[in-house]
């Protein structure tokens, strides 16, 4: 059988790091796409002689409006099949959406929604037309609820995980699934560059990638890690919007606080 190909978004660091190895060594070999050139050459080295698979490597902004065509166009351009997709590069910041520099805000929303949108578009119909495939979005907890604070983020979530339960529904019997995974805190550089502390919750970016992994290798359409999270989401559910908006609001003050942010 033909090795498959995996290309992984945010593969630099964090979770998407740890779905690189993962991948790597169950025999795929890998695109890997993220800002940090260096990093992204550093860790193909490891997975190279680690696992013995090809790894290609692609710097890329995908906060660009063109960043996700730019990858595509990479792809092509060696003639790579993709036949697995993670979307894992995602960012928030944060602050007030009435503080907040319009530039930041057009960044994060391409890179959360808009980069993702266009590399399912791409690269999904690719798959379609190979009659297999698979793609997860990474999503987070913040999909499912209100996040004062970190306006932009939960809603872009929210939109991926909207969006491949949609593409669930539109590539039924392609031969093609989608699967979304909603962590909550990781114990990544995530919290520190958005700008507040850890959460105590926060989970190894290991056991997220690997729950992620199996997940979306059994077609499991949405995807939340550790019975923690689970209870969370259940539990917010349960709560009038209000009463939700206020949790979260106290809860993400602190956070900020924490981190030395006013």
């Given at each position: ?261 006013n």
């Amino acid at each position: 059988m033909k090795k498959q190909t995996v290309l992984i978004t945010g593969a630099s660091g964090g979770i998407g790091k740890e779905f690189a190895i993962i991948f790597a060594e169950h025999g795929f070999d890998l695109v890997l796409v993220a800002r940090s050139e260096d990093k992204l050459n550093r860790l193909a080295d490891g997975l190279r002689e680690k696992c013995h698979v090809t790894v290609h490597t692609f710097s890329a902004d995908l906060s660009d409006p063109n960043g996700a065509e730019n990858v595509y166009s990479f792809v092509k351009k060696n003639g790579i099949q993709i036949d697995q997709l993670v979307n894992n590069a995602g960012a928030g910041k944060q602050g007030q959406v009435i503080e907040a520099d319009p530039e930041t805000l057009r960044g994060l929303i391409n890179l959360n929604a808009l980069s993702v949108t266009l590399l399912c578009r791409l690269i999904g119909a690719d798959m379609v037309k190979a009659g297999r495939g698979k793609i997860l979005n990474v999503s987070s907890l913040g999909a499912f609820i209100p996040d004062p604070y970190f306006n932009v983020y939960g809603p872009t979530k929210a939109f991926e995980l909207f969006l491949t339960q949609a593409m669930c529904g539109e590539l039924k019997g392609s031969g093609v699934s989608v699967s979304v995974l909603c962590p909550g805190p990781v114990k990544t550089n995530w919290a520190k560059n958005a700008g507040k502390a850890d959460s105590k919750m926060s989970k190894d970016p290991a056991l997220i990638a690997r729950i992620g992994f199996d997940g979306m290798q059994r077609g499991k359409l949405i995807i939340v890690p550790t019975f923690l999270y689970k209870a969370e989401r259940f539990a917010m559910g349960l709560l009038p919007v209000t009463a939700r908006i206020s949790i979260i609001r106290t809860w993400q003050k602190k956070l900020i606080c924490k981190s030395g942010q006013n």
